[in-house]
């Protein structure tokens, strides 16, 4: 069974930066990735990385600002967030996907918030 743990949520200013990580343990997927729920929002994709390090981002929110990067060797996946906004506001969660994470999720994280004040 695959456990996913996220750390380095927290609150941060408008236009500062924060760095998100997932652990993994009991397995390795081939695709990772992030994705957040706003208050009253539905739960949204934000990045994806394969394990060849191939990513995809939504494109339209957080490409140029957003960066995902996975350590196969210690099983990690990080999100590198800058120029943050207050609508970025929201529980992010690391998930897994022996497939492709945008499509299917096999297994998620428990989440961490991120809040960006004004």
């Known amino acids: 069974q695959v456990q996913l743990i996220e750390s380095g949520g927290g609150l941060v200013q408008a236009g500062g930066s924060l760095r998100l990580s997932c652990a993994a343990s009991?397995?390795?997927?081939?695709?990772m990735g992030w994705f957040r729920q706003a208050p009253g929002k539905e739960r949204e994709f934000v990045a994806a990385?394969?394990?060849?390090?191939?990513?995809?981002y939504d494109s339209y929110s957080v490409k140029g600002r957003f960066t995902i990067s996975r350590d196969n060797a210690k099983n990690t996946m990080s999100l590198q967030m800058n120029s943050l906004k207050p609508e970025d506001t929201a529980v992010y969660y690391c998930?897994?996907?022996?497939?492709?994470?945008?499509?299917?999720?096999?297994?998620w994280g428990q989440g961490t918030q991120v809040t960006v004040s004004s």
């Open positions: 998930a897994a996907s022996a497939g492709f994470v945008r499509k299917e999720v096999d297994y």
């Open positions: 009991g397995g390795t997927l081939s695709s």
């Open positions: 990385i394969s394990w060849s390090g191939v990513t995809t």
